[in-house]
């Protein structure tokens, strides 16, 4: 088969969608190298982190019009382009497919990775709110399949853009596969004493925003004995964790960690005692199941999402009640046998996001989606 791919975020985002487009292209070039994937890219990159895939082939918009208008071209004219490539199905990694796509009658599938924008507006400007709307509910009515990376996510696409849930499929999204390598003492030596951190403690990763909730971890350690060290890019918000750090004397406590590699977050996963994420609302949770992979325990928010991706032993709290979170805190951190076994659980239940289950999930829709074309 001959597969394209909308790969704006695989070039140009570092986190997020960028991660998962790229790791969806990596696992399909692997475990099914025979067919040709190109990847439609509307400006020159910023992020290569493909090139080791000889059947991952890049493609920018070729007249000089398309190349300047890129968002337009992405938009309907990079429908030409699959046409002249004889493209036999196109995939929307990040909720957008090319406008006119069903019309000239090229198969297309689109995965919708959330629908925050809809759960908490008011996060969002009024115009955001619009633009992303419009680009899903039409990608999700004139796509032959979508792609929910999870249940919680599924049930969205329904209430919210109305479609059919016959017409949506719960792949879950798998993670990197350097988190599932296990790192060397020193390894661990190495990323501590770069980042000067102490022998024991707890980590959190996500970007530093008011959804993912990073204020109420640092409230629930005031009266630990325990540092907090944070990886995330840093938002407004980060300034109203900083007052409260600076106003309760917590500041020798709680690390923020800037310039980390992938190698060296893996590590700080390994190297961590627990692994907390208080988030109120995620379409899936990636570093839930990094954690996993890292054979850290977690302890994460008990309703929407979580429980999907951390599985019957990872710890479940309110991500609002500040002694709730404290006492798991402290049960696990005093509990050693009780951390090692949900280790162990943990670890086994999150072998169903391993990169083969995904690729095979991946191309039996397309191959459902062609048949019925």
Request: aromatic share 12%.
């Amino acid at each position: 088969m001959k597969l394209g791919f909308d790969a704006k975020r695989a070039y140009h985002n570092t986190t997020g969608l960028g991660n998962y487009s790229r790791d969806l292209l990596k696992i399909l070039a692997a475990f099914y190298p025979d067919n040709s994937y190109v990847l439609y890219n509307p400006k020159p990159k910023k992020v290569d982190r493909l090139s080791d895939y000889k059947n991952l082939i890049e493609k920018l918009p070729h007249s000089f019009l398309n190349k300047k208008f890129s968002s337009f071209w992405r938009q309907g004219a990079i429908v030409n382009q699959l046409k002249q490539d004889k493209i036999d199905l196109y995939h929307g990694l990040s909720g957008e497919i090319p406008r006119n796509i069903k019309k000239e009658g090229i198969p297309s599938v689109v995965t919708i990775h959330d629908l925050i924008f809809e759960r908490y507006p008011e996060l969002y400007s009024f115009f955001d709110r619009k633009i992303h709307f419009n680009k899903f509910k039409y990608a999700a009515q004139n796509a032959d399949k979508v792609i929910a990376i999870s249940e919680q996510t599924k049930n969205d696409i329904v209430e919210f853009l109305a479609i059919d849930a016959s017409k949506i499929e719960v792949i879950y999204q798998g993670c990197h596969s350097v988190f599932k390598e296990i790192a060397t003492s020193s390894e661990i030596e190495k990323v501590k004493s770069k980042f000067n951190l102490p022998e024991k403690f707890i980590l959190n990763v996500g970007t530093i925003e008011e959804r993912k909730n990073l204020l109420s971890i640092v409230k629930s350690i005031k009266n630990l004995d325990v540092h907090l060290v944070v990886v995330g890019r840093k938002t407004k918000y980060y300034n109203r964790v900083l007052e409260y750090i600076k106003t309760n004397q917590l500041t020798n406590r709680v690390h923020f960690l800037e310039g980390v590699d992938l190698k060296e977050l893996s590590v700080l996963y390994q190297s961590a005692e627990i692994f907390v994420y208080p988030s109120i609302f995620e379409g899936f949770g990636i570093p839930i199941i990094e954690a996993l992979y890292s054979r850290t325990p977690v302890i994460t928010s008990k309703d929407g999402v979580f429980p999907e991706a951390g599985g019957p032993d990872s710890c479940y709290v309110d991500p609002n009640n500040i002694d709730e979170f404290t006492k798991a805190i402290d049960l696990l951190l005093k509990d050693e046998t009780k951390r090692n076994d949900m280790i162990e659980k943990g670890h086994k239940f999150v072998q169903k996001f391993n990169d083969e289950v995904i690729a095979n999930a991946i191309m039996k829709l397309y191959k459902t989606v062609l048949n019925e074309n």
